[in-house]
Each structure stands twice: as structure tokens, then as C-alpha cells.
């Protein structure tokens, strides 16, 4: 049996950057960071950048998007809609390249960098208050997680959850990250050595191509009615490839919906 946690529910960004980038914000104002500074710098490629944009507005902070160069053209119009500056740059991905170069830039112009890939304020959200709803929802059917299978990205929700689960249960992690040489929105090898992963007990690590992915998703649009995203797609198949390996009660972390996605879903139904 499994269970599948759709974080698109989420209001700001339809997805689970909120829980973070509403814990990022609320302890930069608590600890007074954005106290002078009205001014937010991020290097992102989605939802991140959509969530951080929406809430900025709300606080009245200016906010700036720093962008690799594949970001989707859909992110670039949801974050103009928003009101964000965004910056183009050269950066192929988020690499820790682009990270110090963010920081380079804000602390330049005296602005904020919250740093969503190494400020703890990102993993707290998840170990805090992602893996405890899970906790409790899972209670209240009469149900714990056998297993919990997430992507990889800044490894802040894997870890999180990972964490708080092997505190409290012998719960089974399975992380998920793109084949080599694939990529697939929201997740990244570990090469990227993201911060958190590195510091939990993560059971095992599937590999998933970004047909895969496209494969995933769309069996659960056909299937179960949901349009879900590609790093969800992605989690769905690495389950699929272990399912000789893990029984009693799977929970499937989806970080949001397929919205985003169209163009991606558009080339892979035309065979590109």
C-alpha cells in the first residue's frame, strides 16, 4: 500500500519550497537579517524563486532571481507576473560555482541572500513540520511508513524527513536522483553534494532517466487523475523499480504538480 504526500497543495508556489521559504523568511526576520535591508537575493530555477517572489510581495521586500541558463520559460513569466528582477546568467545549473557568486552579489549591494542550498532554516522546515504532518496524517488511518522514497535536490525535505522518521520509527529512505547525464527538474546527483543528504541515514539511492520521469507522471494523470510534476514522476518510478525490495506502507513525497511542465510533457508526447 502507499501513500502519496502532494505538497501542490501548497498556496504561494504549488509546491514544497513553501513550508521552506516561509521558515527561511520567518527566522531571517526573528534573528532581524531583513531587519535595514529591504532586498532579497536567490539563485534559483523554480519553485523556490515563484514561492520567495510571493512572499516578499506580502512582507514588502524587493526580491531579485539569479537564473541558470535552462531555466524554464514558464518560471521566467510566473516570476515577471510576480514582480521579481530577474538576472540571466551563464550558469549551466546551480552549481556551488553560482551559489558563492549570489552571495558575491548580495553582500555587494547589501542585500539578503538566504541561500535556500546551505542555510539549516531549510532542513528545520522539514524535520520540524513536513515529516511530523506526515507522522500525524499516517496516525490518524492507523498507518506508519515502512519506506519513504523523495528526491534529491537541496536534499532539505529528504533529510528533514529522513531525520525525524529514523528518530522515531525503523522507517526505510530512499532517495531519488537523475541517471547520469539526465536531467530532471527539483532533483540532482549527489556530485552536487547536497548539504543535508550527506548527514542522515539514507537507505538507498535509485536512479531515474527523465523518460522515466515523463513515464511516471503521465501514469498517474492516466491513472489516478493527477497531474504531477517531473521530480514527483521520478519518485513514482524509482518505487515501481523497487518493489520486490519493500513491503507494508510506502509514502511518496510529490513536491508539486505538472503546471509547470507543459513544455517539457509537450516535447516528450511529440517524441522529442
Known amino acids: 500500500m502507499y501513500f502519496a504526500k502532494l505538497e501542490f497543495f501548497n498556496p504561494f508556489s504549488r509546491s514544497i519550497k513553501d513550508r521552506a521559504v516561509f521558515n527561511l523568511l520567518m527566522k531571517a526576520l526573528d534573528r532581524k537579517d531583513i531587519n535595514g535591508t529591504r532586498i532579497l537575493f536567490e539563485a534559483t530555477s523554480g519553485n523556490v524563486g515563484i514561492s520567495m517572489a510571493a512572499m516578499a510581495n506580502i512582507l514588502g521586500i524587493e526580491f531579485r532571481a539569479y537564473l541558470p541558463k535552462p531555466t524554464p520559460k514558464s518560471t521566467q513569466i510566473l516570476l515577471n507576473v510576480l514582480g521579481a528582477e530577474l538576472i540571466k546568467t551563464e550558469f549551466e545549473t546551480i552549481d556551488p560555482a553560482m551559489i ?21 532554516d531549510n532542513f528545520e522546515a522539514h524535520y520540524k513540520y513536513t515529516a511530523r504532518e506526515i507522522e500525524e496524517q499516517l496516525k490518524s488511518i492507523g498507518k506508519q511508513a515502512d519506506v519513504i522514497v523523495a528526491g534529491v535536490g537541496t536534499s532539505g525535505h ?17 532517495g531519488v536522483v537523475p541517471a ?93
Open 100 to 120: 558563492e557568486f549570489v552571495k558575491k552579489e548580495a553582500e555587494e549591494a547589501g542585500a539578503v541572500n538566504l541561500n535556500q542550498f546551505e542555510n539549516d
Open 158 to 174: 529528504i533529510a528533514g524527513i529522513a531525520k525525524y522518521f529514523k528518530e522515531h520509527y525503523n522507517t526505510k529512505v530512499v
Open 180 to 272: 547520469k547525464g539526465e536531467k530532471i527538474p527539483g532533483i540532482k546527483r549527489l556530485e552536487t553534494r547536497p548539504k543535508w543528504f550527506f548527514q542522515v541515514d539514507i537507505d538507498q539511492v535509485v536512479e531515474v532517466t527523465q523518460k522515466e520521469a515523463m513515464e511516471g507522471s503521465i501514469k498517474i494523470a492516466r491513472r489516478d487523475g493527477l497531474l504531477i510534476g517531473l521530480s514527483s514522476g521520478a519518485v513514482v518510478k524509482a518505487l515501481e523499480k523497487l518493489r520486490n525490495e519493500y513491503s507494508g506502507t510506502a509514502v511518496l513525497i510529490f513536491p508539486d504538480d505538472g503546471f509547470k511542465y507543459v513544455e517539457a510533457f509537450e516535447r516528450y508526447l511529440r517524441g522529442g
